[in-house]
C-alpha cells in the first residue's frame, strides 16, 4: 500500500488530536496496519495552534514525524497558511468552509467541504466536528473502513453518545461522496 | 532543567495515552515548556499492549520518540518485562503493585505503589485509576504542578466528572508523597 503521511490542523478545542487517535487506532486494531500518531507542543499551542501526525502503512515506521503529507486537513486559516506549502505533489489538502478560504495555489488536489456547518445544522453540537471530518477524510482516501472507526468510537464512548457519533462520520462521508474529489 | 523522556506502558483501556496527552499538555500549556507526546502502534497494539512517549523540556525537541526513558510507568507485567531494561541509569521506574511484580534488579529506583488498589477501594470506577498513575507520578518528579494537570483536566471532563478526577489525582499524589522515594 501506499504510505499515509497524514496532517491534521486546526486550533485546541476542535478535537484534532483525538481524530489522529481514533484513526491511527482503527488502522493498527482494526486494519492490520502499522500507525504512528504523535503531538507536538511548542509556543504555537500556547496560541491555541494544533497539529497532530500519523503514519500509516503495512511496513514498519522509523520516522514517527510528518515532514510532507499527503493528505494535511487544515481546520483553521491560519492553519491552511502555515501548512499548505507542505503538501506532497498530488496529495489531498482538505479543510472546512466555514473556516478556511482556499486562497493558494497548491500542486495537489484542494477541497473545502461545508462539515462544519452541516453538523451544526444537522446535530447541533460541536463536539463531533472532528469526527464529521475523519468521515469525509476516510470517504476520500479510504486509508481505513467505516467499521474500523466505528469499532473504536465504539470502544470509547459512552453508548448514549455513539449514535450522534456515527451521524456525524456518515455527514462527512456523504459529503465526500459528493465532492468533486471522490476518489474512484 | 533536566530533559523528561517518559515512557507510559500497559494495557488498551489503563488510559496510558489519554494519561500521556494531559501530561504534555500541561507541560505545554500550563508550564511554559515544549512537549512532545506520541504512540505507536504495531503488532502488539493489537495484543492489547500500549506505550506512549512525552518528551518535555525548555528547549527544542527534535526527535519525538524516547529510547532510554528516565521515568518508566509500567502497569502490566508484560509490560514490565519488556521496557525495564531500558531505563536509564538512576532513573525512576514507577509500577502499579496490583498488575506487576518487580522481579528485577534495575540500574534505577524501582517503586510498586497500590494505585489502583487504593482507586477502587476509595472510588471505585477504574476509569481514573491514570490519572492516579499521573498524580504519583507528578508527586514523585515535580515535573509539572498539580495545578497544571487539574487546568487542562478542567477543560477536557464534563464538570461532574471533575471531582472523581481531582480525588484521583490526589490519592496518587498522596501515595507518592508517603513512599520511600519521595523526592526532595
Redesign the interface.
Given at each position: 500500500m501506499e504510505r499515509y503521511r497524514i496532517v491534521f490542523s486546526g486550533s485546541g478545542g476542535q478535537g484534532v488530536?483525538t481524530a489522529s487517535?481514533i484513526l491511527?487506532?482503527a488502522?493498527?486494531?482494526h486494519e492490520?496496519l502499522?500507525?504512528?500518531?504523535?503531538?507536538?507542543?511548542?509556543p504555537e499551542?500556547?496560541g491555541g495552534a494544533t497539529r497532530a501526525d500519523v503514519i500509516i502503512s503495512d511496513r514498519?515506521?522509523r520516522f514517527?514525524?510528518v515532514n510532507q503529507p499527503n493528505v494535511l486537513i487544515c481546520l483553521t486559516q491560519e492553519a491552511y497558511n502555515k501548512y499548505s506549502g507542505t503538501i506532497r505533489p498530488g496529495g489531498l489538502l482538505l479543510t472546512d468552509s466555514h473556516f478556511v478560504k482556499l486562497e493558494r495555489k497548491v500542486d495537489a488536489r484542494q477541497l473545502g467541504l461545508g462539515m462544519y456547518k452541516k453538523v451544526m445544522d444537522e446535530i447541533g453540537k460541536p463536539v463531533v466536528f472532528n469526527i464529521c471530518v475523519l468521515g469525509a477524510m476516510i470517504g476520500l482516501t479510504h486509508v481505513v473502513s467505516t467499521e474500523s472507526i466505528m469499532k473504536v468510537l465504539g470502544g470509547k464512548i459512552p453508548p448514549g453518545f455513539l449514535e450522534m457519533n456515527q451521524k456525524a462520520l456518515e455527514i462527512g462521508l456523504q459529503l465526500a461522496e459528493g465532492s468533486p474529489l471522490k476518489s474512484k
Open positions: 488530536v487517535i491511527a487506532e488502522a493498527a486494531l492490520g502499522n500507525a504512528v500518531q504523535s503531538q507536538s507542543y511548542g499551542a500556547r514498519a515506521i514517527p514525524k
